[in-house]
């Protein structure tokens, strides 16, 4: 009841505050507003970043995600000059107030060569010039430029080369911002999450990058209408159907076969999209070492949406997503269950729906009001008639979100209410008809979310604009469960059980919530050059649970519940950021600093898969994870790209009142991922409008791993490792350089048919990174180390994609 009156305060103060503006608003004569989408012309997609500025005034605003513009000026005329980098610049003349309702813009793409070379979609000086910081937008057209694994273009792959991005290796899943684990991060494809962004268990992501638009990267100030993990926000946008007419593209690869259709339906109101992908790669595991050369594996995807546009004010997206992974591994080297097998499968599907509606009120309101529903399936299988089984999880996640943004000449508030049901099937375990395996059924969880928040973005005059926000957040932990109590003296072991309760459904068992203040301060030095401050507060409920480094598609997610509790995290950040020749050349650099509560680890020896107490095996303590970037980024001529490098740490404190609840004796030790340094470089190189060369070198530090301090022997029979510390040595450092040559038809040229060949080498120089260190023991040796490596050779490929 608590939680219910609070957002009831909020919602009224929420209103109250667009009511008090709106008042403001009629009460000024003077004031009139210009407002409305900048679009591509032909395509009719949002241009975000784009730069309007009124020379009578010299003022001017950015557009937002969706292309929308808001300006506020006295009655007269006016010339808007809008400029955007990849287009030609158009002037208009405006006479407010205004004949129309919108004032809608199309901007041409400039087929200019000097222009067409860009790295980014922003505006040149948005660096300079926004308040948030730790924030990357990539454009899809920049990131098909970059040199990839198989000539597969992959969104995900492309981020780890920002500074502060990295994985624990190739093949592994997910990303590590700032010192962040893999699900810390909240990466959303059109409003749906995404719990795994991987196909082939990591080695590529789940994005077709034909359907996509754009790439948002969030590490730094999180606005307050995100909430639900503690270290990022990858936001990946759908592209616009073409309205004009119907279009067939595709591409053949060595990885996967794609193929897509869109345009309208029914004239420009009705139009859409379908794109799909289907991949058979038994053939990529041969070029591996000898333990996978065996593997069988396949994926398909499906990405389609469809846009309603009944009028100017009024726009409806139906998006939906499909996909679908086989791994077939001839032996059981990464089941996590106690049986002897010849085969392992590995499968897992995303099924995301969403459903969102864009209101526009007025030049100052609008109004997004999205339902999602997602759905995570992860299932681990072993053929073998004797212990024949298949170990499934699911999550399913229901969404509402309503939002609402107004816009007068110094603010730009945003406000609104999200809440999402969680229903999670940890494990089930089901076996074959003859198997000697035992059935498991570890009971369903749920859970309820909410948040409501607010936030202004403030100019408070030319040289100083900040954003405060602030979101609350509240979880239920809802029955049927059972509640499980241990002796207030002792650790939590199977012996020190002391009771069961069993919480009824519709129940609460246990609840957790808080406020999340969010602050971000910008200080214009010059005009070209700024100092930026921010500090968030996040909170998150669920959490996946594993003892390996690299967190496998079939992990075990949990909910926080009466025994873990939910992480906390606190950053600081501070950046300098300038640009020099008209915007030509970025400097940026960054400092960070994360405090965590609750951070979650688990025991020496710990099982967690079917285990019906994973409270004993887990683990919780502090976290801190501090780091520098620095960044230089060249944004126009013939060359562009960037170089980063980043010193980043992150550290681990779980030190229980109990020695089996302490690790590495309570004292600070590495996180799996912690890789202190961090080198990337970026180059485009495009002499013509029909070639374009590219190359990325990547050098980083090993991540921790833990070495066999010695050995002992079991009844003269078994030779066993012994460990001390956790995590206090590393493997060896990588790096590896690709390159990539593209010809494509002179896009300059307007005919019915496009297509481009591309040439990739991934790993040039053939560097035998090591994936991971292991031993084997024997009765003669201490222990003999293994390096294994999973690319250890040069790997080129051949694409052919097309455009009809």
């Known amino acids: 009841m608590t939680f219910l009156r609070l957002s009831t305060h909020l919602i009224a103060l929420g209103f109250a505050i667009f009511c008090s503006a709106t008042g403001a608003l009629a009460q000024s004569t003077l004031s009139r507003v210009i407002s409305g989408y900048i679009r591509e012309a032909g395509t009719n997609k949002p241009i975000s970043g784009a730069s309007v500025f009124v020379q009578e005034t010299r003022r001017g605003a950015i557009t937002d995600r969706e292309g929308f513009y808001n300006l506020t000026v006295a009655s007269g005329t006016y010339t808007l000059s809008i400029s955007h980098l990849g287009y030609i610049r158009f002037e208009q003349k405006v006479t407010v107030p205004p004949n129309r309702n919108l004032n809608n813009i199309s901007l041409l793409p400039d087929t200019q ?45 492309s981020l780890l080369l920002l500074p502060g991005v990295t994985t624990v290796g190739e093949g592994a899943t997910g990303l590590n911002v700032r010192g962040g684990s893999v699900d810390q991060n909240l990466v959303l494809l059109d409003d749906a999450p995404i719990y795994n962004s991987s196909h082939l268990m990591g080695f590529f992501s789940v994005f077709n990058p034909d359907a996509i638009r754009d790439v948002t990267l969030q590490k730094g100030s999180l606005p307050a209408r995100y909430g639900g993990r503690t270290s990022a926000v990858l936001d990946v946008r759908t592209k616009e159907p073409d309205p004009e007419k119907l279009r067939i593209s595709g591409g053949v690869g060595l990885i996967s076969n794609r193929l ?63 996909s679908d992974d086989h791994l077939l591994l001839p032996s059981d080297s990464l089941l996590s269950v106690d049986v002897s097998s010849t085969q392992t499968g590995f499968d897992y599907q995303t099924a995301n729906g969403s459903l969102k509606w864009i209101h526009t009120f007025n030049n100052r ?22 212990n024949e089984f298949r170990l499934q999880s699911e999550l399913l996640s229901k969404i509402g979100k309503l939002e609402f943004n107004y816009q007068t000449d110094r603010h730009h508030w945003s406000f609104g209410l999200q809440a999402t049901h969680y229903q999670l099937l940890p494990n089930t375990l089901t076996p074959g008809p003859v198997s000697n395996v035992q059935p498991v059924h570890l009971p369903a969880e749920q859970g309820l979310e909410a948040g409501i928040y607010a936030e202004d973005e403030i100019n408070l005059n030319e040289k100083t604009s900040l954003i405060a926000g602030l979101r609350y957040s509240h979880f239920l932990f809802l029955g049927p469960t059972e509640v499980r109590t241990y002796a207030p003296n002792g650790p939590r072991r199977p012996e020190t059980l002391a009771s069961q309760e069993l919480v009824a459904r519709g129940s609460v068992a246990q609840h957790y919530g808080g406020f999340e203040p969010r602050l971000a301060l910008r200080w214009a030095l010059q005009s070209d050059r700024s100092l930026k401050f921010s500090y ?28 873990i509790r939910p992480q906390v995290a606190d950053q600081l950040s501070a950046g300098y950021f300038r640009n020099y020749h008209n915007d030509t050349y970025e400097v940026s650099t960054e400092v960070y600093y994360r405090r965590s509560q609750h951070a979650i680890d688990y025991r020496d020896g710990a099982k967690l898969l079917l285990n019906p107490t994973p409270e004993i095996d887990l683990v919780q303590g502090r976290g801190r994870a501090y780091g520098v970037e620095l960044m230089l980024k060249k944004n126009k001529g013939f060359l562009t790209g960037w170089a980063s490098y980043a010193y980043t740490r992150t550290q681990l404190l779980i030190d229980g009142p109990y020695v089996g609840e302490r690790i590495n004796n309570g004292l600070w030790y590495p996180a799996n991922f912690d890789k202190p340094h ?123 994609n097309f455009k009809l």
């Open 113 to 157: 060569l000097l222009n067409e070379v860009t790295v980014k979609t922003e505006s040149t000086d948005r660096n300079v010039k926004k308040v948030e910081m730790g924030v990357t937008q990539l454009p899809i057209q920049s990131i098909i430029k970059m040199p990839a694994l198989m000539g597969e273009v992959d969104i995900v792959r």
């Open 260 to 322: 897509g259709i869109e345009g309208p339906l029914a004239g420009r109101k009705l139009t859409f999209f379908a794109d799909t992908r289907l991949a058979i790669n038994n053939f990529l595991f041969k070029l591996g070492p000898a333990g996978i050369r065996d593997v069988k594996a396949s994926f398909y995807d499906v990405t389609a949406k469809l846009k309603y546009l009944p009028n100017e004010r009024n726009t409806v997206y139906l998006s939906t997503y499909v």
């Open 365 to 386: 309101l609008i109004m997004n009001l999205s339902a999602v529903v997602s759905r995570y399936r992860s299932a681990t299988s072993v053929p073998d008639t004797s």
């Open 536 to 563: 968030t507060r996040t909170r998150q409920y669920l959490q996946l649970i594993s003892n390996t480094t690299a967190a496998l598609p079939t992990s075990r997610w949990k909910m926080s519940d009466n025994h």
């Open 678 to 800: 961090a080198v990337n470089v970026l180059a485009i190189y495009r002499p013509s409008l029909k070639f374009t060369f590219s190359a990325n070198y990547t050098y980083s530090t090993g991540r921790p791993v833990t070495v066999p301090y010695a050995k002992a022997r079991v009844n003269n029979l078994i030779t066993l490792p012994v460990y001390l510390d956790r995590n206090q040595q590393r493997i060896p450092d990588y790096h590896r350089l690709d390159i990539s040559l593209t010809w494509e038809k002179n896009p300059a040229r307007k005919t019915h048919y496009w297509y481009s060949w591309t040439f990739s080498v991934y790993n040039l120089y053939a560097r035998k990174n090591a994936y991971s260190v292991f031993y084997r023991f024997s009765s003669y040796s201490a222990g003999d180390a293994n390096k294994l490596s999973i690319f250890g050779s040069a790997i080129p490929s051949l694409t052919y």
